[in-house]
């Protein structure tokens, strides 16, 4: 075991504190990761506030982790000391049911385990990112492209992935519109990726406030969806909608943008039920689904993707002590777009 130091919750809704946790020692398929820098993504906050759910204190928050290998166990084929690697919102699975085989581990028959918030098949709870070091099977690691800066990197580990996949499921590219509702953490990532697929990218968003960010990150239109017009102009026009928001929503009036056959696909969490007119996706024979993460492989498609194209995270760098005034602004909505901790600062 290895003591290491950490930020956590010591309870639901609590202020994270400095503290130190234990990792296991390295196994044979495991590789020890330095962290160098760990996004905070609002489901660090959905779950520190147990919005989602009881949850498992205390609780070290962070599945948005890019860091060095400092270590590999002897089993280890994939990494070799000094690899740049992240990890994502799982790391582990049962490996065996059909989905696992498929590489959509995210959907593991057995359940996937998160990377925090959750129990290993070692009976121990997992501890996320917001930490010095961490402990991971290699076949739960990627590898980050050498173009592709740590820092703006680590978003990608959640917000890329989660935007990445159901662009790519859906089949974004050219000739086809496409819109993103919000323009956050998971948002700006949703915008950068589908125009760099050649997709044309809308974004919808409450206000025109963030337009001209919007514009500049890669979307050709941007519209408020306070403005009835906005549903009067862009009724029946859009062959997916990527909602990227936790907040309830009018999923009728987003449904009717769609075309026939058109696609919603939800990646944002509200904490509470919701409710629609099933008439909605009748007349039009659409679809109303989600989608979750994105698997070992396909994440690793998502890194070599965004080096190709030049595509990072737009991050605020923080210093550890700074991440309860983070999680304030980030339910203010007030980051552009996403807090990354500087890990050497813990």
């Known amino acids: 075991m290895t003591t290491v130091a950490a930020y956590a919750a010591p309870a639901a809704k609590a202020p994270l504190e400095r503290t130190t946790i234990e990792r296991r020692a390295v196994g044979e398929s495991d590789v020890l990761i330095d962290i160098k820098f760990a996004g905070i993504c609002h489901s660090d906050i959905h779950q520190v506030h ?15 982790i890019a860091g060095v290998v400092s270590q590999v166990g002897s089993g280890v084929t994939k990494f070799a000391v000094g690899d740049r690697v992240g990890v994502g919102c799982m790391v582990d699975s049962c490996r065996e049911c059909e989905n696992c085989r498929k590489g959509l581990e995210q959907y593991c028959l057995q359940g996937m385990v998160g990377t925090y918030n959750a129990v290993g098949r070692d009976g121990e709870p997992t ?17 980050v492209p050498d173009g592709l800066p740590l820092d703006v990197a680590a978003p990608l580990l959640c917000a890329g992935i989660t935007t990445y996949s159901p662009l790519r499921h859906w089949n974004a590219g050219p000739g086809k519109k496409v819109a993103v509702i919000g323009l956050g953490g998971l948002g700006h990532m949703a915008v950068k990726i589908a125009h760099a697929m050649g997709a044309e990218v809308t974004v919808l968003s409450q ?26 102009e862009l009724a029946g026009t859009l062959d997916l909608i990527v909602s990227t928001v936790s907040a309830p929503m009018d999923f009728g009036a987003l449904l009717s943008l769609l075309k026939v056959d058109g696609a919603m696909v939800n990646v944002g969490a509200p904490e509470e039920p919701v409710a629609f007119n099933l008439f909605s996706l009748m007349l039009g024979r659409k679809s109303l689904a989600g989608s979750a993460i994105g698997g070992i492989a396909e994440t690793q498609e998502m890194l070599d993707f965004c080096a190709e194209h030049g595509i990072g995270a737009e991050i605020e760098l923080i210093r550890a002590e700074q991440v309860n005034e983070a999680y304030e602004r980030v339910l203010a909505s007030d980051v552009r777009y996403r807090f990354v901790i500087d890990t050497a600062t813990i």
């Open 207 to 232: 206000s025109l406030r963030k337009k001209d960010d919007g514009l500049k990150l890669g979307a050709d239109h941007y519209y408020a969806t306070s403005d009835p017009k906005t549903f009067e």
């Open 50 to 64: 147990e919005g989602w759910g009881e949850a498992i204190f205390p609780m070290v928050p962070g599945h948005e």
């Open 127 to 143: 501890y996320g990112g917001y930490s010095e070091k961490v402990v991971v099977d290699e076949n739960f690691v990627v590898r």
